[in-house]
Every structure is written in structure tokens, then in C-alpha cells.
């Protein structure tokens, strides 16, 4: 059942930003500092949630699942060269990446509503109307 299947990326993106604060509390226990990084978890917490109104409007398909495959993979990239170059461009161009894929997302989420719920409506109207 693909249904069940945008659980996987999502439980994937929670392990990633579980793993960069660990790495953010080390580095500030040992005081090599850090600058703050709130733009970093936003793109996986609105995938986070979008997940549940996938499952409960039954649209998460095979679009949505790669879609979050694909931002876990850019993520992934946005976190090593985070943590380790600390390299702003490329940090940027996976923000900007990210924030794409999420943005396909949730427009693909909303296109699929909006047809679901007119079916629903003509399907309601015909019944009333028979």
C-alpha cells in the first residue's frame, strides 16, 4: 500500500534533524560554537506536516513518496555540507532545492485535494439529485 509508504522519508527526515541537533549540542559542549540554524529544520517540519493530511486524505501516492525521498536525499547533503565546509553557497543552493520540493509538494497535495474533493461533490450532487 503506497499510503503507508511517506512514513518512511518522514521517519528518515526525523532521525536527520535528530542527529544535527546531537551534533549542535556537541559542538556548543565543547565550545567550538555554531551559529544558529532554524532554517534548517523548516523545510523537514513542513514535510512533517504534511504527512498526516497526505494519510487522512488518502493523496499520499507515488508523486508525494519520492518527492520526500528526494528532500531527504537533499537534506542529507544540506546537513554534511553544513556540518562540515560550512560551505554557504552549496548550503543555499539545497535550501533552495529543498524549499522547491517541498513547494511541489504541497501544490501537488492541494491540486489532488481540490480534484478529490469536486468528485466528491458531483458524487454527492448525483445522489441527491437521484
Same mark, same amino acid.
Given at each position: 500500500?503506497?499510503?503507508?509508504?511517506?512514513?518512511?522519508?518522514?521517519?528518515?527526515?526525523?532521525?536527520?534533524?535528530?542527529?544535527?541537533?546531537?551534533?549542535?549540542?556537541?559542538?556548543?559542549?565543547?565550545?567550538?560554537?555554531?551559529?544558529?540554524?532554524?532554517?534548517?529544520?523548516?523545510?523537514?517540519?513542513?514535510?512533517?506536516?504534511?504527512?498526516? /493530511?497526505?494519510?487522512?486524505? $488518502?493523496? @499520499?501516492? &507515488?508523486? +508525494?513518496?519520492?518527492? #520526500?525521498?528526494? *528532500?531527504?536525499?537533499?537534506?542529507?547533503?544540506?546537513?554534511?555540507?553544513?556540518?562540515?565546509?560550512?560551505?554557504?553557497?552549496?548550503?543555499?543552493?539545497?535550501?533552495?532545492?529543498?524549499?522547491?520540493?517541498?513547494?511541489?509538494?504541497?501544490?501537488?497535495? /492541494?491540486?489532488?485535494?481540490? $480534484?478529490? @474533493?469536486? &468528485?466528491? +461533490?458531483?458524487?454527492? #450532487?448525483?445522489? *441527491?439529485?437521484?
Amino acid at each position: 500500500m503506497v499510503l503507508l509508504h511517506i512514513l518512511w522519508p518522514g521517519f528518515a527526515l526525523v532521525a536527520l534533524m535528530l542527529g544535527l541537533w546531537s551534533a549542535l549540542l556537541v559542538r556548543r559542549t565543547r565550545g567550538m560554537g555554531g551559529f544558529e540554524a532554524p532554517g534548517a529544520f523548516l523545510p523537514p517540519l513542513l514535510v512533517l506536516a504534511l504527512i498526516p /493530511l497526505l494519510m487522512l486524505a $488518502r493523496q @499520499a501516492g &507515488v508523486a +508525494q513518496v519520492l518527492l #520526500a525521498w528526494i *528532500l531527504v536525499c537533499l537534506r542529507v547533503g544540506h546537513a554534511l555540507a553544513w556540518l562540515r565546509e560550512g560551505d554557504g553557497r552549496r548550503v543555499w543552493r539545497l535550501d533552495l532545492a529543498s524549499l522547491a520540493i517541498v513547494a511541489a509538494m504541497w501544490i501537488g497535495f /492541494l491540486v489532488d485535494f481540490v $480534484r478529490a @474533493a469536486l &468528485v466528491y +461533490q458531483r458524487a454527492i #450532487a448525483a445522489l *441527491l439529485a437521484a
